[in-house]
């Protein structure tokens, strides 16, 4: 027989036969309560892991997004870059060409 005193669970028999029956009752339903609770406890842990990896590819997708369309915008401002270079050397080779006497600054300045 079970009891609970002081805080503490007592077994106190009521035979010596019935004695380590009850503990040995009292230890299987304790061992199946322990695999119990840790097939629980595994159950929750897996759900865990499973809602970070969902978390997890869903960032990477977004931050898959958000590198795509910053490359699309460096390639955009290259080429930006490369016009403006080109026109600036066209304007140099104009202004090299029409370098003439008359856009000369005269010698008294």
Same mark, same amino acid.
């Given at each position: 027989?079970?009891?609970?005193?002081?805080?503490?669970?007592?077994?106190?028999?009521?035979? =010596?036969?019935? $004695?380590?029956?009850?503990?040995?009752?009292?230890?299987v339903s304790l061992v199946y309560?322990?695999?119990?609770?840790?097939?629980?406890?595994?159950?929750?842990?897996?759900?865990?892991? =499973?809602?970070?990896?969902? $978390?997890?590819? #869903?960032?990477?997708?977004?931050?898959?997004? *958000?590198?795509?369309?910053?490359?699309?915008?460096? #390639?955009?401002?290259?080429?930006?870059?490369r016009a403006l270079i080109e026109?600036?050397?066209?304007?140099? #080779? *104009?202004?090299?060409?029409?370098?003439? =006497?008359? $856009?000369?600054?005269?010698?008294? $300045?």
């Open positions: 027989m079970l009891a609970f005193t002081s805080g503490k669970l007592r077994l106190l028999p009521q035979n =010596e036969g019935e $004695y380590s029956g009850a503990l040995i009752k009292l230890q309560l322990g695999g119990t609770m840790a097939n629980l406890v595994s159950e929750e842990r897996i759900i865990e892991l =499973e809602t970070k990896i969902a $978390y997890q590819e #869903d960032l990477l997708e977004s931050l898959n997004a *958000t590198i795509a369309a910053q490359q699309q915008q460096l #390639d955009q401002l290259e080429k930006v870059c026109r600036w050397e066209q304007m140099n #080779d *104009t202004l090299k060409s029409h370098s003439s =006497e008359q $856009y000369e600054i005269p010698p008294h $300045y």
